[in-house]
């Protein structure tokens, strides 16, 4: 079935480090690719989104590229600041309306 | 805006007993809505999804239910819970975007 995988493990990085957090899928037909952010203490909230090959979804510095050939929509932010901690999901969409989650990357940024 | 207030934030139960979590969806009408659970060092999981009022599909065999009585309401019960039912259990919804809940931490004891 369709699935989503992240890198193992959390990230700890120094601050104004650059970040990339991993996302492979496996998916039928052609799904929407999104990656939501879970801050401490909050809810899940959507930080970016793809919905067709070699689209680029940007917000808050982040950025990800819907790579059909790799299957890949890997996470990247030039210079990280310490508010970037959270716990970043990789998730798509498939045809009949289902997110499917990868595992999540606890990010921890270090001043 | 579309919000989904899913209550409680913490939960701690003992073995046995039963569960009602519940959420509520607000900003729009007839949205797909779903169940997540995340057990520790596993991913989001789809427990239940429903299109609407009454229509419950289950995506995995386990101890748990759902039911759907209104438009915007979605509950996730257990009669008896077990230690595996704890983890992290998420309300989602889906009308022009995906929209959640803030997430309810269930320990089973």
């Known amino acids: 079935g369709d699935s989503v995988t992240q890198m193992e493990g959390p990230v700890t990085l120094s601050e104004e480090a650059f970040l990339t957090i991993n996302c492979t899928y496996t998916?039928?037909?052609?799904?929407?690719l999104f990656w939501y952010v879970q801050y401490p203490g909050e809810g899940l909230q959507l930080l970016l989104k793809?919905?067709?090959?070699?689209d680029k979804g940007s917000n808050k510095g982040f950025e990800a590229t819907y790579r059909k050939e790799t299957t890949s929509f890997h996470l990247e932010k030039g210079s990280v600041q310490v508010s970037d901690s959270a716990v970043y999901f990789c998730?798509?969409?498939?045809?009949?309306?289902?997110?499917?989650f990868g595992k999540g990357n606890q990010v921890v940024v270090i001043p | 805006s579309q919000t989904i207030h899913q209550w409680p934030a913490t939960l701690v139960q003992p073995v046995g007993s039963p569960l009602s979590l519940e959420c509520t969806v607000e900003?729009?009408?007839?949205?797909?809505l779903y169940w997540y659970r995340q057990a520790a060092g596993r991913g989001l999981q789809l427990l239940f999804y429903?299109?609407?009022?009454?229509?419950i599909s289950s995506e995995v065999p386990q101890n748990l239910s759902a039911s759907r009585p209104q438009d915007r309401q979605f509950i996730l019960s257990s009669k008896k819970l077990l230690l595996s039912d704890s983890g992290f259990y998420l309300c989602?919804?889906?009308?022009?975007?995906?929209?959640f809940g803030q997430g309810t931490r269930l320990t089973v004891v």
């Open positions: 900003g729009t009408s007839n949205p797909n």
């Open positions: 429903s299109v609407g009022i009454g229509q």
């Open positions: 793809a919905t067709k090959a070699d």
């Open positions: 998916a039928t037909g052609y799904p929407s």
């Open positions: 998730a798509l969409m498939t045809g009949n309306n289902r997110l499917a």
């Open positions: 989602a919804g889906k009308g022009a975007e995906a929209f």
